[in-house]
């Protein structure tokens, strides 16, 4: 679901006009402290070349300027790595623009005490853990190194304890989880589990394939097989179990291992004919821009490299959103011609859902 001022932003380029960017996505570093086998990341990147600590604030300077309101750290690196960087980001988001939401995925087995607690005082609005099962032997080999889930459940126990000293209700938690077919059959244990830490939903995510890891996925033979495609549906669809224990919802995008799905595949048509941007296939670049650890901007959060894409030390990140990058990736877009970063799609359920939002948001328009 996005927000309302999302929306907003929206109806104004359905009307013709200009908004700004709703959301802005930082992919901080590329260094990670594990060797998860389904990474998709280049495992030989030279780390080098990452923006200062210096040029990532005055990349958050530029946002909340902007008037972005929604911030996300994804874990295409561990941000963790860069902990006082996130927290100098954090506080200076929540300070200078208060209503703004803060999330961050990361695989969890960085955090310290002082940086639970600061992330609780602070008020960052959501933490993703990447947890892949319920089960320390398999969450550790699907992660490539051992004692990375005692540090994710020792996390979740303090992020507990610490929100209940401050009486927050913000420091929400979600677990991410990549199906393979090594945790498939996990999933009742895996709910279990988000109930005891108080866990508010858990995302189910595909397998995708990359040059980067298909050698890796090959060797464990993660791919679901048809009959574990099968038995992953039926436990998502006809388990009352996954329903319970108060969770709002149980996401599933998809459960493909294929690395080139059908771009409009499966989206539904806007029933509002009068304004073609609503049969638009993907509302990315007219809601988020994202910077890699290099300072590449790019037009979607479900990658960290993209075509045309310019970089933050060249120009500034108004000029690259009112630039001829970001209208050609939107041309190609609303002609429905996907660029190669749309193949491989991780967040079709997210388009999807949009879709329908914007057509019952302004059917009338």
Not at 225 to 241: D, F, P
Request: proline share 3%.
């Amino acid at each position: 679901m996005i927000k309302d001022n999302g929306l907003l932003n929206l109806k104004s380029w359905i009307n013709n006009s200009f908004s700004m960017p709703h959301s802005l996505c930082l992919l901080i570093t590329n260094k990670c402290n594990a060797s998860c086998l389904f990474c998709e990341g280049d495992k030989n990147t030279n780390h080098s070349d990452e923006l200062l600590d210096k040029e990532w604030m005055d990349v958050v300077d530029q946002g909340i300027k902007m008037g972005v309101v929604d911030w996300c750290i994804p874990g295409n690196g561990e941000p963790l790595s860069r902990i006082e960087l996130i927290l100098k980001i954090f506080k200076t988001i929540k300070s200078k623009s208060p209503d703004s939401f803060c999330k961050i995925t990361t695989n969890g087995s960085l955090f310290t005490e002082d940086a639970i607690k600061e992330f609780v005082e602070i008020g960052v609005d959501r933490i993703s853990f990447s947890l892949d099962s319920p089960d320390e032997e398999t969450h550790d080999f699907l992660r490539g190194k051992k004692g990375v889930f005692k540090n994710v459940v020792h996390a979740l126990g303090r992020f507990n304890h610490w929100k209940s000293i401050f009486k927050s209700d913000k420091s929400k938690i979600n677990f991410n989880t990549v199906l393979t077919s090594k945790n498939y059959n996990q999933l009742n244990e895996l709910v279990d589990l988000a109930s005891k830490f108080g866990v508010e939903f858990i995302s189910l995510n595909p397998l995708r394939v990359s040059k980067y890891n298909i050698g890796r996925i090959k060797h464990s033979n993660l791919r679901l097989n048809s009959e574990q495609k099968e038995e992953t549906i039926k436990q998502i669809q006809g388990n009352a179990e996954l329903k319970l224990n108060g969770f709002e919802q149980l996401e599933m995008g998809t459960i493909a291992n294929k690395s080139a799905e059908g771009f409009d595949e499966n989206l539904p048509e806007s029933s509002n004919f009068k304004n073609s941007f609503l049969n638009s296939p993907c509302f990315e670049p007219w809601l988020t821009m994202s910077i890699n650890y290099k300072g590449d901007v790019g037009y979607c959060t479900s990658c960290g490299e993209w075509e045309k894409a310019e970089n933050i030390k060249d120009k500034s990140l108004e000029d690259i959103w009112k630039g001829d990058s970001f209208k050609y990736v939107r041309s190609c877009i609303l002609q429905h011609k996907p660029l190669e970063s749309c193949f491989g799609c991780g967040i079709k359920i997210v388009r999807k859902n949009i879709k329908k939002e914007l057509d019952e948001h302004f059917k009338n328009v």
